[in-house]
């Protein structure tokens, strides 16, 4: 139980293009969802919060107009980067909670998105 | 604010040796621990974790106590495999969010 599945797993495109990057909770129901971006030999970093039929909630510094979240279904939420340039290839990965609750604020987390724009 | 400070890599162990991570956190409330690895070209997986002080998380022979007078949750393994190496995330859940340290990379050498 409790997997979380990401599309595509990797992807290249040319700068000024917009990639979008699907997250889908495939055994459980996701009223929350999480975007993170982890750069080379570095921890987690949280971009935005995604939440079933309303806003995301982006973190400070990370740009909402450049990473446009939706949410949805309770199964899925997407991360679209806009007119992405070459610092923006990272590697992104979404997480979710159980909607039934987890007490102990578990999240379960995708494979992650290799991103590389040229 | 809520911080979790992991032990720098990278960490290199011949096989069968002891392993420690350190791990230390600053939190209000009573948060949640977790300790995450990620091997090479994979997702990150949950390890194992502990909800609250005295509780011991442990997994594929891993351990870690939630100490909440030293404020730690170190990692341990008694004897570590190749298969072992990977890169390994402490984090805090408190406010509905996770807190993540550095990671530190973990290499076994047969």
């Known amino acids: 139980g409790a997997v979380v599945s990401q599309h595509p797993s990797r992807v290249i495109c040319k700068s000024g293009t917009s990639v979008k990057i699907e997250c889908r909770s495939l055994?459980?129901?996701?009223?929350?969802m999480f975007w993170y971006r982890q750069f080379p030999k570095q921890s987690l970093m949280l971009m935005a919060t995604s939440n079933e039929g309303s806003k995301a909630t982006y973190e400070q510094g990370v740009e909402k107009d450049k990473f446009l979240i939706n949410h949805a279904s309770l199964t899925l939420s997407t991360l679209t980067v806009t007119s992405a340039h070459p610092e923006d290839s990272s590697f992104y990965i979404c997480?979710?909670?159980?909607?039934?609750?987890?007490?102990?604020?578990?999240?379960?987390f995708g494979p992650g998105t290799r991103l590389t724009v040229l | 604010g809520d911080s979790v400070t992991q032990m720098e890599g990278p960490v290199t162990l011949s096989e069968e040796a002891f392993l420690t991570i350190n791990c230390t956190y600053t939190?209000?409330?009573?948060?949640?621990l977790f300790w995450y690895v990620q091997y090479p070209g994979e997702g990150l997986q949950l390890l194992l974790k502990a909800t609250k002080a005295d509780d011991k998380g442990s997994n594929k022979g891993f351990e870690a106590t939630y100490r909440k007078e030293t404020t730690s949750f170190h990692l341990e393994k008694g004897s570590v495999q190749v298969s072992d190496s990977a890169v390994y995330f402490c984090?805090?859940?408190?406010?509905?969010?996770?807190?993540w340290g550095l990671g530190t990379s973990l290499a076994v050498n047969p």
């Open positions: 997480s979710a909670r159980d909607s039934r609750g987890t007490p102990n604020n578990e999240q379960f």
């Open positions: 055994d459980f129901q996701a009223t929350t």
């Open positions: 984090a805090l859940g408190n406010n509905r969010k996770l807190i």
């Open positions: 939190a209000t409330g009573y948060p949640s």
